[in-house]
């Protein structure tokens, strides 16, 4: 385990609050990416990054914003916006480029409950 | 567009007995296939890859392009294969996977 580190491990929110989930890895890898684990739904991807400074929407990223203001850090807002926030988050990076087959390191979630 | 399909959200078996987590895809040019795999309290992770044609714990999975399946198999399931299994695809261009649903395999002693 390490290299990639998310956090907290259990968030609490109340309605119409934005809350922002931390994730950091220290691999040197170029893409980052964000997903939402939901029982029944598989992972299904929010947004995801390929360099700095740089970032695309992926199936479902209404309500979510992220950041790539540095190669170990993307940080996801989920905002308020978010009609049914209530889920399992996985952040996971891959080092190369795009067109590797690197595979995609996870870390280990945060689980947020908007009360 | 690209798409995973697992017809099983939940497959039961008994220890020693074959297994297969079924997976199949919607692709228009040429996938790369992917099994995770989640055990209980522990991250998700990579099990195997297509074009690597390895054998991981015992797991093989061969893609099958004419039915555009990629099915994973073990001849005598183990009580520790019990997990979550995701199949995930990634397409010619890009970095993105796609991942199915999910299997919930449980092997009974």
């Known amino acids: 385990d390490g290299g990639i580190t998310q956090s907290p491990k259990y968030l609490f929110r109340k309605e119409g609050q934005n809350v922002t989930l931390s994730c950091e890895q220290n691999?040197?890898?170029?893409?980052m990416y964000w997903y939402r684990q939901d029982p029944g739904q598989g992972l299904r991807l929010i947004y995801y990054?390929?360099?700095?400074?740089?970032?695309q929407k992926g199936d479902i990223a209404e309500g979510y914003s992220v950041s790539r203001e540095k190669k170990e850090s993307f940080p996801l807002t989920v905002t308020s916006a978010q009609k049914n926030p209530t889920a399992f988050y996985l952040c996971?990076?891959?080092?190369?480029?795009?067109?590797?087959?690197?595979?995609?390191?996870f870390g280990p979630g945060t689980r947020l409950t908007v009360l | 567009a690209q798409r995973v399909t697992q017809p099983e959200k939940l497959l039961s078996v008994f220890k020693g007995a074959p297994v297969e987590l079924k997976c199949n895809y919607s692709?228009?040019?040429?996938?790369?296939l992917f099994w995770y795999v989640q055990y209980s309290r522990q991250r998700l992770q990579l099990l195997l890859r297509h074009i690597s044609r390895e054998s991981i714990k015992g797991f093989t999975a061969d893609l099958n392009k004419g039915e555009t399946s990629f099915h994973l198999k073990k001849p005598f399931a183990q009580e520790e294969d019990s997990a979550m299994y995701y199949c995930a695809l990634k397409g010619t261009s890009g970095s993105r996977l796609t991942f199915g649903e999910g299997t919930q395999l449980t092997v009974n002693p």
């Open positions: 996971a990076s891959r080092f190369g480029t795009s067109g590797s087959s690197n595979e995609q390191f």
């Open positions: 691999l040197n890898h170029d893409a």
């Open positions: 990054s390929q360099i700095v400074n740089d970032f």
């Open positions: 692709y228009s040019g040429s996938p790369e």
